[in-house]
């Protein structure tokens, strides 16, 4: 089965080549869909015929969003952490402790119905990647069980087990390290793609880190790092030098971890909804973009520092206070997170790549930093099939 979508308003292909600027934007476009692929893309009146056709009446079409940085195995909420923070009290590491209570108390079942509802929830804002991390069991058993719930709905999954020191080695950090590196890592990396690890006072630091990275490389995990989020530290300049795909979060970068992100092949990854919902200063993006360094932006889901898992929001908070363009966070909410993933096959609309699209009731993408707040989404396309639960066309 084929299926036209034509009278496309504004498309954005991320293509230079295909269409204007970065974005590769056309106007009066049509996209062609075979099978699971994007099959031709191209000017409305030059579009091949099809089985099926759908107008978008001169509406924006988008690739789907690749969210590549996602807490989402977990059970409880922290509605009452997060409502004393905004009482006055500072964020720290500590509380994903209370999650990780509540999750490890939590049958497979829950989890799973958990994971399912906040997909979906991402699906109907226009979100068809989606990375998720373990890291709210910080055991053997609890850690491997995340990452095989995970491993049943996402190819992009982490290895978390270096969220936080797990409960049982609040005196042993050396002891939870040998863990994480071994019997727990030996239990993981066959649910896992990735490994990731929380470089940060509190949590672990820069030698931890590597070796939990290190021993994640040495079973076939690609690294990822939280990197330089409450304070300046040496995260962002091992994710580079170990080639990770991402440092996530860079909110405190020197002049160094700003250079060492533009010359490197790691991918700076900004989580707005963390720095929105801790009260904290938000990254500088102009900065990053400036310097040459690629850029994503993500939810960071997750029910502590982040309980958002609206791309749209996202975006509208990087064009308001980060100094990024409405163009450049669209990227970076596409592209960008499927650089950070280092995927070829999504976050674009060209021949070939996966037919994951989004519909915006809008006649174009600024319209999401324009209209912050207003669900946009009217209909969102994943591996060329129509998924329910959006407006109707
Ligand atoms: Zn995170």
């Given amino acids: 089965m084929s299926l036209l979508i034509s009278n496309v308003g504004s498309l954005v292909t991320n293509d230079p080549a295909l269409g204007e600027g970065p974005l590769g934007l056309l106007s009066d476009a049509a996209v062609v869909v075979e099978g699971d692929r994007v099959?031709?893309?191209?000017?409305?009146?030059?579009?091949?015929?099809?089985?099926?056709?759908?107008?978008?009446?001169?509406?924006?079409?988008?690739?789907?969003?690749?969210?590549?940085?996602?807490?989402?195995?977990?059970?409880?909420?922290?509605?009452?952490?997060?409502?004393?923070?905004?009482?006055?009290?500072?964020?720290?590491?500590?509380?994903?402790?209370t999650t990780v209570a509540a999750t490890r108390a939590a049958s497979d079942a829950e989890l799973n119905a958990n994971l399912t509802r906040y997909l979906a929830e991402m699906l109907r804002q226009g979100t068809t990647t989606v990375e998720v991390k373990s890291g709210y069991g910080l055991s053997t058993a609890d850690e491997a069980r995340s990452l095989r719930i995970a491993a049943g709905h996402t190819e992009e999954t982490t290895y978390l087990g270096a969220h936080v020191v797990g409960p049982e080695f609040a005196e042993d950090p050396a002891g939870y390290v040998d863990l994480v590196t071994g019997e727990m890592l030996e239990a993981c990396a066959p649910f896992a793609k990735w490994v990731d690890v929380f470089c940060e006072r509190g949590a672990f630091d820069?030698?931890?880190?590597?070796?939990?990275?290190?021993?994640?490389?040495?079973k076939g995990l690609a690294p990822r790092v939280h990197a330089n989020q409450l304070s300046f530290g040496p995260g962002v300049q091992l994710a580079v030098e170990l080639g990770a795909a991402s440092a996530d979060h860079c909110t405190h970068l020197t002049d160094q971890d700003v250079a060492a992100l533009a010359d490197g092949d790691t991918v700076a990854t900004l989580l707005p909804g963390a720095e929105f919902s801790t009260r904290a200063p938000y990254p500088d993006a102009r900065r990053l973009v400036d310097?040459?360094?690629?850029?994503?932006?993500?939810?960071?889901?997750?029910?502590?520092?982040?309980?958002?898992?609206?791309?749209?929001?996202?975006?509208?908070?990087?064009?308001?206070?980060?100094?990024?363009?409405?163009?450049?966070?669209?990227?970076?909410?596409?592209?960008?997170?499927?650089?950070?993933?280092?995927?070829?096959?999504?976050?674009?609309?060209?021949?070939?790549?996966?037919?994951?699209?989004?519909?915006?009731?809008?006649?174009?993408?600024?319209?999401?930093?324009?209209?912050?707040?207003?669900?946009?989404?009217?209909?969102?396309?994943?591996?060329?099939?129509?998924?329910?639960?959006?407006?109707?066309?």
């Fill in 39 to 97: 099959a031709w893309v191209g000017r409305a009146g030059d579009a091949p015929a099809a089985d099926e056709t759908v107008d978008a009446a001169g509406r924006a079409l988008l690739p789907g969003f690749v969210d590549s940085h996602s807490h989402l195995v977990f059970a409880g909420d922290r509605t009452a952490e997060f409502n004393a923070r905004m009482s006055g009290r500072a964020y720290s590491a500590g509380g994903i402790r």
């Fill in 206 to 218: 820069g030698d931890q880190a590597r070796a939990v990275l290190t021993a994640g490389m040495a």
């Fill in 291 to 393: 310097a040459g360094a690629r850029v994503a932006l993500s939810t960071d889901c997750n029910p502590g520092s982040s309980f958002t898992s609206s791309m749209p929001f996202c975006i509208a908070v990087a064009v308001r206070e980060m100094g990024m363009t409405p163009d450049e966070a669209v990227h970076a909410a596409t592209a960008g997170g499927a650089q950070a993933l280092r995927r070829t096959d999504v976050g674009r609309i060209t021949p070939g790549a996966r037919a994951d699209l989004q519909l915006l009731d809008a006649p174009s993408h600024v319209h999401l930093a324009y209209r912050p707040g207003v669900p946009l989404t009217a209909a969102v396309w994943q591996g060329g099939a129509r998924k329910g639960g959006v407006r109707t066309v």
